[in-house]
């Protein structure tokens, strides 16, 4: 059984990566591995023209690989993967035993630091929760009504942009929310589901 899906790609880029060195796929497993998440290239174009030349590849060929590549190891991190189930699946596509033991040994010793990388990263959105306030708001009767106790609660929950060093720079969005007793006790509730599965 795959530890993740198999694409069709994937299977092709691993003939590409069989024809690679194993050492020399070792050192550029390693480097793809250091380098993820990447915001843009791994490489520079000076470096990918000499990856070209030490390789034998063609730029496609190349960057086939580079994908191939960051493919197997974001996959490993989103799914989990162990590094014994990641060298059954990628042998099971064909990988040689050298470019597999590659591919876990890198996985193994630097895995761990990337998964966390990973999760500092913000996938959510363009805002990030810095602050919050609460109060208390209880109205006790109305004209007509004078044994009325209807309590709410009400939240100010500051966001800003991720990595913001301050408030004054960081352009700061205020968001006003008011629960009454039943609506705030569900809200707590999912958020204690949500926090057992995190």
């Known amino acids: ?16 990566i069989n024809n690679v060195s194993p050492n020399r796929y070792a ?6 591995l250091g380098a993820l998440p990447a915001a843009s290239r791994i490489f520079t174009e000076a470096e990918e023209e ?16 580079v994908a191939a590549t960051s493919y197997i190891f974001e996959t490993a991190a989103y799914q989990m993967v162990d590094p014994e189930a990641l060298g059954e699946t990628l042998a099971g596509v064909d990988m040689s035993e050298a470019h597999v033991a590659a591919v876990v040994t890198a996985w193994t010793a630097l895995g761990g630091a990337f998964v966390k990388r990973l999760k500092d990263r913000s996938f959510g959105g363009p805002k990030v929760l810095a602050h919050t306030n609460w109060y208390m708001h209880l109205m006790m009767g109305e004209s007509g009504l004078t044994r009325l ?29 008011e629960f009454s007793h039943e609506e705030l006790y ?13």
Request: hydrophobic fraction near 50%.
């Open 50 to 65: 000499r990856l070209r030349e030490v390789l034998a590849a063609t730029a496609a060929q190349l960057t086939t690989i």
């Open 149 to 177: 106790k209807d309590a709410s609660a009400i939240f100010e929950l500051t966001l800003e942009p991720p990595g913001a060093a301050s408030a004054a720079a960081a352009d700061p969005e205020t968001i006003g929310v």
């Open 186 to 198: 569900n809200f707590f509730g999912k958020l204690e589901r949500i926090q057992e599965q995190l």
């Open 1 to 16: 059984m795959s530890a993740f899906p198999v694409t069709a790609e994937l299977a092709e880029a691993v003939g590409l």
């Open 27 to 32: 050192r550029l497993v390693e480097r793809i």
